[in-house]
């Protein structure tokens, strides 16, 4: 069984910084791609960016440049690094430990706020 515990959500201002982490449990962590999703009130939940286990990254066109995902598969963890904070940025983010289409696992979410 899997669990993801999330971190390091909070208040910030616009332009601001935060880092996010995904702790996850169990063994297939490493063979595993990580993402992170966020879901603002009223929206859809969307993509933000996702790391392949081999360390292959892509991010959602509204990110590049401003957020970097990152995984440490030594503890288990997964990273978004948040620079350039804007406040449509404000939502809860979720972190997902993608194994295949059926093996897939999510985060409780933590709540990110950027205030103008």
């Known amino acids: 069984q899997v669990q993801l515990v999330e971190s390091g959500g909070g208040l910030v201002q616009a332009g601001g910084s935060l880092r996010l982490s995904c702790a996850a449990s169990?063994?297939?962590?490493?063979?595993?791609?990580m993402a992170w999703y966020r879901q603002a009130p009223g929206k859809q939940r969307e993509l933000v960016a996702r790391?392949?286990?081999?360390?292959?990254?892509n991010y959602a066109n509204s990110v590049k440049g401003r957020f970097t995902i990152s995984r440490d598969n030594a503890k288990n963890t997964a990273y978004l690094q948040m620079n350039s904070l804007k406040p449509e940025d404000t939502a809860v983010y979720f972190c997902?430990?993608?194994?295949?289409?059926?093996?897939?696992?999510w985060g409780q979410g933590t709540q990110v706020t950027v205030s103008s």
């Open positions: 169990g063994s297939i962590f490493s063979i595993s791609a």
């Open positions: 790391i392949s286990s081999g360390g292959n990254t």
């Open positions: 997902n430990l993608d194994r295949s289409i059926t093996r897939q696992y």
